[in-house]
């Protein structure tokens, strides 16, 4: 059975990895870049059409406010990327806003900045790969038709790709990345040149069409919201960017300056980005509408229910190069992948962050774990699960999804930059010196001014966002927060619950006696083997066990016992109803309550066979009785392995696989120069209780083979 999945694995996601090659896993910038960025960077192809669609809800008259939101939106993204660039240098090792709020702000607000968070990073899995999926579906019918079906096959798709690990996952995603920033910087100069060296005339192709407001003649408070609400929108451009303070672990060394470099040259070309579209869309005469079906007018009638809006950025390739272009066509081709790709920033961020907070005990254990290629597997496994579900239940519709997003980010945003104006303070009532004073002071000040504006941002999207859906998120956070908060508890219950008292306790005590139990079910090797490892242990008292289901096998079991001369007594207890678990639970409970200072050890004699398929051979009876008697206080379980032929086959394999990494030996830390420590896993295992162990059913145990270094 290992084989039959590990050959699989192996293909999909390559041959593991040794913990001692995870320096060669980390990031240079060129590679970061795209990895940690992709999704603020592609955010540019959907931003400004978010700002300009609110826009026309007053009409056209109201586009002459977007360079003016354009600009607020430029001055929040230097904010924020200013103040980022603060958290990677004070707190390098991951954690990012999580640790910063926690620290300075205490378990409970860091707890609500991982549920954002994470929330967050769902979210954006959803609304890229749904918006992608969109943008395809215009040019191919069948992706409409199943764009659910597609969607979720594009999430399996990127989840093998970052099982494979960051940095292969980084190379994929480099090239579409640089191609469509190279694609749009293009576009921007040409544009540019065309326009003010040229003289050239640009026109998009909705240039002649007007706008039919829902609301003419805004004024006064209504303005103010309307304006309010298409800044949150622009805001769309932001998602993403604390990935990288969440991902600092992960670059190469000096992990904090690469950092810092990074999240600066990323805002740079953000900003460029969403500035030269927005221009160049004013200058193209772009008109974008909520419902371009009915809003939109041409030669003085609706465009109709059939009409396909396209995108900003598409309209705006379109004035440039012209449509069907070489450069139109390539753009086109790379801001579609690019959407796909921008949720590789969650699969990179969900999954680091997963880590952290399994090492704080806030999420299971095993999300701190990395997987075969070091990368941490568990986490991209359960971000790739609730990502699906959610494109699932919304139907891949990108407009519901997009309702639900930033309210997350700007959560997470306002409580860091409030920690990190705490962290400051802290820091200047001990400091001394008068150069690193006027630094922190800086820093504060940028803190302080990143809090006010993303907090205002904070309320302007909850205001304007609550009802089309944000309550979603927050209803997703409230989850993740008490699911996490339940976890913490558990662990911390268990914690105590487990913990070495100072004095004697009735743990560190010996037992009074030890009373061994050898399950028989027939005399045969695996009995005569279990009996005699049974006999080393030098028990108190040790007696055979069986479970009469059948007169004439009890009988013929006791005339061979008798025959051998077996020096161990044998005990028969009868089982009317042919149960074999309930007759030895009772059994032992009755040892127990009638000498609650003794031991009980059970010895159940196990085959250990090679094939996946014998494992089908042997009911369930061992494995029952394994459980039940784990729950037995003061009773010992020890299964004793007997190889059967077919295990040689298992050696045999494991042998030929012995220049690979077994699976999942770097992370349970078998392995010893390239090979797997002790012979490592063969295979097989244990198929079941030799002759069912306590009655002749043959029941199946976990499985175990000491002999194979396990």
Known sequence: MSKLTDVPKRILIGRALRSDRLGETLLPKRIALPVFASDPLSSVAYAPGEVLLVLSIAGVSAYHFSPWIALAVVVLMFTVVASYRQNVHAYPSGGGDYEVATTNLGPKAGLTVASALLVDYVLTVAVSISSGVENLGSAIPFVVEHKVLVAIGIIVLLTLMNLRGVRESGKLFAIPTYVFVGGVFVMIAW????????????????????????????????????????????????????????????????????????????????????????????????????????????????????????????????AVFGSGTFFFVLLAAATALVLFLAANTAYNGFPLLGSILAQDRYLPRQLHTRGDRLAFSNGIVLLAGAAALLVGVYGADSTRLIQLYIVGVFVSFTLSQTGMVRHWNRHLRTERNAAKRRHMVRSRAINTFGAFFTGLVLIVVLATKFTHGAWVALLGMVIFYGTMTAIRRHYDRVAAEIAAAEGPSDDAVRPSRVHSIVLVSKVHKPTLRALGYAKLMRSDTLEALSINVDAAETKALKEEWERRGINVPLKILDSPYREITRPVIEYVRGLRSENPRDAISVYIPEYVVGRWYEHLLHNQSALRLKGRLLFTPGVMVTSVPYQLESSELAKQRAKRRSVYQAPGAVRRGLVDGGRPAGGGRTGGGAGGTAGGGAGGTGGTARPKKPADGE
Do not use: W
Request: net charge neutral.
């Open 191 to 318: 544009g540019a040149f065309r326009g003010l060296v040229l003289g050239d005339s640009m026109r998009a192709p909705t240039a002649d069409y007007q706008i039919k407001p829902e609301h003419q003649g805004l004024a006064g408070f209504a303005l103010v919201f309307l304006l309010l609400r298409a800044f949150s929108s622009g805001c769309a451009a932001l998602t993403g960017v604390e990935a990288i303070s969440n991902g600092v672990p992960a670059f190469r060394k000096p992990k904090s300056k690469n950092a810092a470099s990074t999240l600066a040259l990323m805002g740079v070309l953000a900003v460029t980005m969403f500035c030269g579209i927005i221009g160049l869309a004013m200058a193209t005469d772009v008109k974008m509408a909520e419902n371009p079906g009915t809003d939109l007018i041409h030669n003085g009638a609706p465009v109709g229910a059939d009409y396909v809006q396209n995108p900003v950025i598409s309209q705006v390739a379109a």
